[in-house]
């Protein structure tokens, strides 16, 4: 104990608290990120499609298609993980994701937003999504488990929260 009467803390133990709030901050981010990048996709059809040069009809079978690609890979994603590593995944996930975001953002068509959003964010997701609960679970004793997967969850619940409406 020192002085003031707390118990000290040791570098080391504040070395590994610190790691793992990076990585719980790393993975709130991604959670927010994609979150936003969705919600914000819903909000602005309207004008997506008007920036594109489609129709409402054309955005919404894209984010359908964003839908369907996430999960009909998630599965794969989670594999992936195990296989590789959870880390390299989500890394990887983020990488195709940002690709996948670069595309959607620059699209002047429906076709490139069909591959930017749909299948690139697509995939992206697939990969990162498995892996941030898998590192959440190994990065985090039983008993913070469920504060960290809580932390992470509101951080995509802010991101619908703040979200700007059209």
């Given at each position: 104990m020192d002085v003031?009467?707390?118990a000290e803390v040791s570098p080391a133990k504040e070395a590994v608290a610190g790691a793992a709030g990076m990585v719980l901050?790393?993975?709130?981010?991604?959670?927010?990120?994609m979150t936003l990048?969705?919600?914000?996709?819903?909000?602005?059809i309207a004008t997506v499609a008007k920036d594109v040069g489609t129709t409402v009809t054309g955005i919404q079978a894209a984010i359908t298609f964003y839908t369907l690609v996430m999960a009909s890979l998630m599965i794969t994603g989670g594999r992936l993980g195990q296989i590789f590593g959870?880390?390299?995944a989500?890394?990887?996930g983020c990488v195709?994701?940002?690709c996948g975001s670069l595309i959607t953002a620059l699209s002047p068509s429906l076709p490139v937003l069909l591959l930017g959003w749909s299948v690139l964010e697509g995939v992206g997701a697939a990969l990162i999504m498995p892996a941030i609960v898998a590192l959440v679970a190994?990065?985090?004793a039983r008993a913070q488990r469920p504060r960290a997967y809580g932390l992470v969850a509101s951080a995509g619940a802010i991101a619908v929260v703040n979200?700007?409406?059209?």
């Open positions: 003031s009467g707390q901050l790393t993975l709130a981010s991604a959670q927010f990120l990048d969705s919600s914000v996709m819903n909000v602005s959870r880390k390299r989500f890394a990887v195709i994701y940002g190994s990065n985090f979200e700007p409406h059209a």
